[in-house]
């Protein structure tokens, strides 16, 4: 019988690839995105080069009216879903006094709220049946004090290491992926150049989330793609805060 994987953000980047490669596995999709008709063309490129159901949901994560529409979704018992990528996300450009109050609870809304209520919701029906999977796509900076940004991601990483280990017995495995710098519009959208960090740095989402998927198969708690970044996450807990603070503004510029 055919799973299905509801993916919030497939329509950009990181999201994009798990869309594409959860279709290559047979996956039917429900996607998750405010833009309507991107969606809409991101189900037809996926119905026409794998053959699988694609379902939009068009919603805005930071309305809860609209995220209560996909948490119903989740909790349908005719319609199961078997795994959850809380992927969508944005980030600010400006430092913490710099962005209006409003603009940062939006940002916390999508990072964290949405995670929340989203894991809320499939983590109870998944539980009930015994079987099912989720992945919260945190990042690297959730090791590092890189301002709110950095502390949603790391509650982010907290619930989610938590939650592995809570609903394992229950045969649901959660996963946290923490990407490093990856080539997606989440630089452009913040107006920042990818010369902002060096060459080195930059993943490619196709390779991100394939090593992703193999570490999710492996059930996993942690993927952090590739050694550079395996190595900063290491060196993150030893270094104090204080020091790794006077990086912050790598990828910002
Ligand atoms: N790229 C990186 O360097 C990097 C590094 C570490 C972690 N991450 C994390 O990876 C995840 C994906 O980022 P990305 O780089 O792939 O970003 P991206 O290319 O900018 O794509 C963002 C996706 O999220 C959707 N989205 C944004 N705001 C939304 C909202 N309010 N409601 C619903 N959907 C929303 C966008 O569609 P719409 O605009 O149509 O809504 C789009 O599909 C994020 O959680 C990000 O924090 C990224």
New binding site residues.
């Given amino acids: 019988m055919s799973r299905t994987a509801l993916v919030?953000?497939?329509?950009?980047?990181?999201?994009?690839a798990f869309a594409q490669q959860l279709a290559a596995r047979g996956y039917a999709l429900v996607l998750?995105?405010?833009?309507e008709e991107?969606?809409e063309k991101t189900a037809a490129e996926l119905r026409a080069s794998h053959g699988v159901e694609v379902e939009v949901l068009p919603?805005?994560?930071?309305d809860r009216a609209d995220l209560a529409r996909v948490e119903a979704r989740l909790a349908e018992e005719a319609r199961p879903v078997d795994l959850l990528v809380n992927?969508?996300?944005?980030?600010l450009k400006e430092r913490f006094l710099d962005n209006s109050a409003d603009a940062e609870t939006?940002m916390l809304?999508?990072?964290v709220t949405?995670v929340l209520r989203l894991s809320h919701a499939a983590l109870g029906p998944m539980a009930a049946r015994g079987q099912g999977g989720i992945i919260n796509?945190?990042?690297?900076?959730a090791f590092l004090p890189r301002g709110t940004?950095s502390a949603a991601?790391a509650w982010v990483n907290s619930f989610s290491e938590w939650a592995a280990h809570e609903y394992r017995p229950r045969g649901v495995t959660v996963m946290t992926l923490?990407?490093?710098?990856?080539?997606?519009?989440?630089?452009?959208?913040m107006d920042v150049g990818r010369d902002s960090a060096p060459a080195f740095m930059w993943?490619d989402?196709d390779s991100l989330v394939a090593t992703a998927l193999a570490d999710y198969d492996k059930g996993r708690v942690y993927s952090i793609p590739s050694p550079q970044y395996k190595a900063i996450a290491a060196a993150a807990r030893l270094v104090p805060n204080s020091l790794l603070q006077r990086f912050q503004s790598i990828?910002r510029k």
């Fill in positions: 919030t953000g497939p329509t950009a980047g990181i999201g994009h998750v995105a405010r833009d991107r969606l919603a805005d994560l930071t992927n969508a996300g944005f980030g939006a809304d999508v990072l949405a796509v945190s990042s690297v900076a940004y991601k923490c990407p490093g710098f990856t080539k997606t519009e989440f630089h452009e959208r993943l989402a990828g």
